[in-house]
């Protein structure tokens, strides 16, 4: 029997042990973010038939909308025009506001039996920390990530550098990515050594920055938010310097969008990105591929990412009760392990590793545990009442100063004051 029939049965046996389902069909409208990049829409579909295929009265209407933006706008504007939708993939770091505005409602009004609840505890705990608040579960992890350092072994032979030994510390760092810029005849800069993104989600890669000082971004509860210490002062001239005093970088800003790419064309022989580009840098580099851990400073470590299942406030009970179905099916220790094999996200559980499937894979492919590690090490993405506002001020800030329009103190100063009135403004709305 191969590795679908086995997902497939075990799906049956699921579904068939989840209780409440009717036998009448079930129409389900799934909305889900493609933001990496890569064959993802094939690989949600093949998931989505399986799931029907062991759940014959259910249809799955997956709807593709784009980056994490785009589906939450779709899907809340699908919800106030009438129409009804049972779950999606949204940022986790949208929890918050989802649930302050009654648009989700938790996992737990659904967990019956033991069997339930063991999923529900299955998950990693620095997963949950952008999935839980107040004492239960709005959002259960599946495209999840963290922050990881991809580089280039080759261009660290050819440099007199150790492949096997990447970068422990900002100091390292640092050093090693200078002695990888590679220069042409005519001074131009044939290779840099070292790229971070910085549009698309420049307060991800700052809060890596932030916790590899010592430093969080905000308070658990969301409520207050930390931008502007000594300590986050310093990771932001830091990462400036990379590129103004160190030029181990380019100047100004970088695309999140192209950087893949341009790691792939090896115009860089470092760079930090998702783990979700795992397999796609795996399948396509030219060279051979090291990936490792981000560099400590006060201490290591990398904020998770991602997207969270959630369950929407909308439709009858049975749809609702088939929902939490798809999302068990969808996060299940195969199902999770085949996700990431495929993509290169983070499995969302030690259940997925454990898997024999997860297991073959890591020995052939070890750079597939990076991220799972770091996890040990990882702290909760930025998440406040109104998260958008707060992280476009942040955002703002981190680009005003790599462009060179602010320094490191006089935006972040900026971004702490503006953050505070919105939240202040927020928290007043929600008594």
Do not use: C
């Amino acid at each position: 029997m191969d590795f679908k029939s086995k997902l497939s049965l075990l799906g049956l046996a699921t579904t068939l042990a989840a209780a409440n389902v009717s036998a009448e069909q079930i129409d389900l409208t799934m909305y889900y973010p493609v933001a990496v990049g890569g064959s993802l829409t094939k690989i949600v579909d093949g998931m989505v038939d399986d799931f029907e295929e062991a759940n014959p009265g259910v249809n799955v209407k997956a709807i593709y909308a784009g980056n994490y933006n785009d589906t939450r706008v779709k899907a809340l504007a699908a919800l106030n025009a009438g129409e009804s939708v049972q779950t999606s993939v949204m940022f986790s770091i949208d929890m918050l506001a989802l649930k302050n505005s009654g648009v989700i409602r938790p996992f737990d009004d659904f967990v019956k039996t033991k069997e339930d609840q063991q999923w529900l505890d299955s998950f990693y705990p620095a997963l949950m920390a952008n999935g839980q608040v107040d004492g239960k579960t709005y959002g259960i992890p599946f495209q999840r990530s963290t922050i990881v350092m991809y580089y280039n072994k080759d261009a660290f032979r050819d440099a007199g550098l150790n492949p096997d030994q990447p970068p422990k510390t900002w100091d390292e760092m640092a050093d090693v990515a200078s002695k990888l810029v590679k220069k042409s005849a005519d001074g131009n800069t044939d290779r840099w050594g070292l790229m971070i993104p910085s549009t698309g989600y420049p307060y991800w890669m700052f809060g890596a920055l932030a916790k590899q000082q010592g430093e969080t971004l905000m308070n658990s509860a969301g409520t207050k938010v930390n931008f502007n210490s000594k300590g986050m002062v310093e990771a932001l001239q830091y990462w400036r310097d990379l590129g103004s005093k160190y030029k181990v970088m380019p100047e100004g800003t970088i695309e999140w969008g192209t950087l893949r790419q341009e790691f792939l064309e090896q115009n860089t022989a470092m760079m930090w990105h998702s783990t979700g580009n795992l397999a796609a840098v795996m399948q396509n580099a030219s060279f051979d591929v090291g990936v490792a851990q981000l560099p400590a400073h006060i201490e290591p470590g990398s904020p998770t990412g991602g997207g969270n299942f959630y369950l929407i406030n909308s439709g009858t009970d049975a749809e609702q009760q088939a929902a939490y179905n798809l999302v068990k099916f969808m996060t299940s220790p195969e199902r999770s392990a085949q996700w990431s094999i495929t993509t290169g996200y983070v499995g969302v559980s030690q259940a997925s590793y454990d898997t024999a499937e997860m297991k073959e894979h890591v020995k052939n492919q070890p750079q597939a545990l990076v991220a799972r590690d770091q996890l040990k090490v990882a702290t909760a993405e930025l998440a406040t009442y109104e998260s958008g506002r707060v992280r476009r001020v942040l955002d703002d800030a981190i680009q005003a100063t790599l462009t060179g329009q602010s320094t490191a103190k006089e935006a972040l100063d900026s971004a702490q004051s503006q953050a505070e009135r919105v939240l202040r403004r927020a928290n007043r709305d929600s008594l």
